[in-house]
């Protein structure tokens, strides 16, 4: 039996573009190295997170224990060799980076939350008749993300001022002699 090829095609997600993947049955792949690029990540992180505690929360047991596929592509006229990639499926990726999400991973928050608006307005401009070039969408995701990865570098500035904050409030009681909170009045700090 011959072995399935996938086909590969640019994909555009406002200015990232990774190479996406369609096999004959229409499934699309990305990956395993892009998925973590995508998010800042070693291109091995997408798949030590298949085998990780983390993915059968996510995912459940049997989509957890997934091991990537070795695809080969098609080549085109002209090309010669032969390529392959370790194939991730859409679903499993979005597993990964909403993963990257809960670890406050800023690439991923912002890829994710861009990614989810566009779905939804893609819905209401269904819903509403409006149609909206692949090249307007592009440029509204591309803005958006710059957007949100900005915010994101607020939010968690925010974050880490209270982390500084809280050090410091820690570091008083033990040079006062004072219990901290998890201590009993007159009990020895630890």
Known sequence: MAEEKALQATIRIGDLEVSGYQLPNGEYLFSQAAAGEAVGKPRNSALRFLSSNAAKAFLGEDLARYTPES??????????GSTRFNAIPLELVTAYWVHQCSLGNKAAIALVMALSI??????????????????????????????????????????????RENRELWQYLQDEGLPGPYQLPGEEPS
């Open 71 to 80: 695809i080969e592509l098609e080549l085109g006229d002209g090309q010669r």
């Open 118 to 163: 566009e779905s939804l307005e893609r819905r209401f401009d269904t819903a509403f008749d409006v149609e909206t070039s692949d090249s307007e969408r592009n440029e509204r995701l591309s803005q958006r993300l710059v957007q949100l990865e900005r915010g994101m570098g607020e939010a968690y500035a925010l974050e880490d001022d209270l982390r």
